[in-house]
């Protein structure tokens, strides 16, 4: 079964209007496009579904796989009002103190070590106090919507884990939870939105006919304490929380600094399911696998982890070997080199003092940029 959109984003109260020029945007249910009623929220919507299937399966006494991918809290923003009430003023303080607020709790959690630094505000964001009174309370206005959105869907995974319960299954399921990536610094005002989105992107977050994004400023904040956003290497771009939870494997709480990556995924269901990835399927050859079970880790045990893992996205490129990250950012190519371990914010390049780990590292990420089908961002046609 399927449900949800067709492209990667949309409006959350009308997803079957499209934002980009020559788009027809669709929601499809199953193979067969789907038009939503009044009072439609993605968010609620998408877990209706979810629990609807979870229902649905028990009769069968079949073990299920569910992806759960809520659109949420992707721009737009765009959330419901008795869910923004809860957090509007919050963010009046300002995203320097918010940041330093931040990192001192993510230190108390244990979240980050506790000689983590907090990475400089970011260049494209100004100091707080030169903004006006209006601008102050903008920022507080999308910041306010963006946790709403956020609230909502965890609303709607506490649904879903009651279904589980409901259903008998809750202690037999492996739950895990991830982000595709760090925050998005983007706005949706330039010429690849349509006129009308662009125009939408001006109204305060908080209306719901606005299609505003949180920009700079806002993923700054989230980001707390890295550096940089989705679309580059660093690691506000790639790093993301993952938590795992299944009473049957995981016995105790555990905190695991290790590196894993998403292609770890599919490893690991195959691993819990008990079952080989297929060479053929219909008499094509299947390309192997490269993820880990993460399955030893959840029971506590010790993992092989990976040697490397690789990164690249429109240009801008990683390896992260060990505590070592070598990183570079379009078009400049130039590679940077961490110790994550020490410098979790990527603030210390390295690369001049260990001139040999920055050739050995460049000749793994060329090895699998040649294995993986990389092509070079200024050879699409696409590169700025």
Partial sequence: HYFGLIDGASSYFHPTEPYRPNQKLTI????????????????????????????????????????????????????????????????MAGWDVLRAERLKRMKELGIVSQDTKLSPRDSNVPEWNSLTEDEKKDFDDKMAVYSAMVDRMDQN?????QALKETGVDKNTLIMFLSDNGASSEYNTGPGFLPNIREAAKKPASDPTSFTSYGFPGANVSNT?????????????????FIAN??????????NTQNGHITDLMATC?????????????????????????LPLMEDKAWKGHDAIFFEHEGNRAVRQGDWKLVSQYPENKWYLYNIKTDRSELNDLSARYPDRVVNMEALYKSWADMAGVIPFEKLGRAK
């Fill in 157 to 161: 995974i506490g649904r879903i884990r």
């Fill in 28 to 91: 499809a249910l199953d193979d067969k496009p789907f038009t939503p009623g009044p009072g439609w929220y993605s968010t609620n919507a998408y877990a209706d579904y979810a629990i609807k299937y979870i229902k649905q399966n028990k009769s069968t006494g079949k073990p299920f796989f569910l992806y759960m991918a809520f659109t949420s809290p992707h721009w737009p923003l765009q959330a419901l009002p008795e869910d923004i009430a809860k957090y509007k003023g919050k963010f």
């Fill in 246 to 255: 299944d009473p049957a494997i995981i016995k105790k709480h555990m905190v």
């Fill in 225 to 241: 304490p890295l550096r940089l956003f989705k679309h580059w290497e660093y690691e506000g771009g790639t790093a993301t929380p």
């Fill in 270 to 294: 195959l691993d819990v399911a008990g079952v080989p990835y297929p060479k053929t399927y219909n008499g094509n050859t299947i390309t192997p696998t490269l993820g880990v079970s993460l």
